[in-house]
């Protein structure tokens, strides 16, 4: 009796102390304040860096936003923006995140946060992450790691989710889905691939995948490619006599290796594409010539897939083309993907940075989110050359296939006016799969209007597109974006 008397405290104070380590953990990566913004978080904040290779100081870095309204239960949502090499922070900054930035008081100042009333964090945790190592705030001391692709990248996103909630046990339970957009695409398939062998294996911690969301999503090259002809002539861009001349002259293939007479045709097509903004048909657009005349220089792109000069200045700043990603046409065929970089010279055409830039290359916020300085990771930048990538895996529907058969719940959305990867083609790709029709196509609504059009299929697969949105669909529709993001995740009815 003795005995147990003295091992019961011992025991309790193991466990105590077991406890601590657990809870404190996270709380090493509190975010207690942000320069720029003033007053109190709606929820916790966390931002830190998770090594997912220690033989090369590999570190991946996330921030954490906790749901606004019972992080407890809520979903744990996963955010990947595209390219590859752009920076998570592009969504944080200009989409979804947890605050809307506005101009500094000075030029050139520290920008000024304010909440945003349709962030994703008002219905669920939403965990940014640059990904792969040499994008955004993630880096690794061993530069030859920058030489990566997709089947690695996915493979150091499982691991990173797998520290992750060890650091995070009280939201193991919690339903969690991976969420993007553009290159992203390319990537949450493949996360999610690993991720299902990963529990198929019974490696612990068990995540608890649910399912997944893409947002204009590069998904194949023949799809992806072959639609933006279709949509330029559908949205009033070209004549039907030329939609007809190039069709007949491509055979329904406008990329690639062609002939002359149809190189010749999809040539007439990109002279009456190349000045627009190719993100979003009913943006605006001015142009730099010696911008324009590199990227027509050094790609092979469809005019479809190129994005020139930059948005006009009317929009407000959180409506700017924020930009994301990579002409994405290339990087669906296997092989190196050049970065925006290595053909304009600057970072992404048509797109403005600015406000991002300045607010995480300031070293008060890199220190508040637990970042390296510049002076050992460098300048932050929304896409990088950093890397070299390499898209290895090729199509993904028959990923999509895999996923959806097995009972996983998947919305594909695509904002409407996007000219990059057309909702056309998207669409098509979802009809591809041969599953029967549960919700027949059909408006949804917002405010008591249009807010664009869903299908609904077998296998929990819900396409939809919104209506007047461009390819970074938060961005251009908030209102709208949170509104079906929360009923989808829900489980109710778009």
Known sequence: MASSHFLLPLLLALLLLLFSVTIAAPEKHLVTQLPGFHGAFPSKHYSGYITVDESNDRRLFYYLVLSERAPATDPVVLWLNGGPGCSSFDGFVYENGPFNFEPGSTPGGLPKLQLNPYSWSKVSSMMYLDSPAGVGMSYSSNKSDYTTGDMKTAADAHTFLLKWFELYPELQSNPFYISGESYAGIYIPTLADEVVKGTQKDLKPRINLKGYLI?????DKDYDLNSFVPFAHGMGLISTDLFEDVSAACHGTFWGEVDDVCQEKINGVRSRLKDLNQYNILAPCYHHPETQQAVFMNSSLPASFR??????RPFPVRKRMAGRSWPLGLAVSIGRVPLWPELSGRSLPCTSDELATIWLDDEDVRAAIH?????????????????????????????????????????IYSGDHDLCIPFTGTEAWVRSLGYGIVDSWRPWYFGGQVAGYTQGYNYNLTFLTIKGSGHTVPEYKPKESLAFYTHWLSGEKI
């Open 307 to 312: 994005k020139l000069g930059e948005i006009d």
């Open 215 to 219: 947002g204009n999503g590069v998904t």
């Open 371 to 411: 970042a390296k300085p510049k002076s050992l990771i460098g300048s932050w930048e929304l896409n990088t050359a950093r890397i070299d990538y390499t898209h290895d895996t090729g199509s993904m529907v028959t990923y999509h296939k895999k996923f959806t058969a097995m009972g996983y719940r998947v919305l």
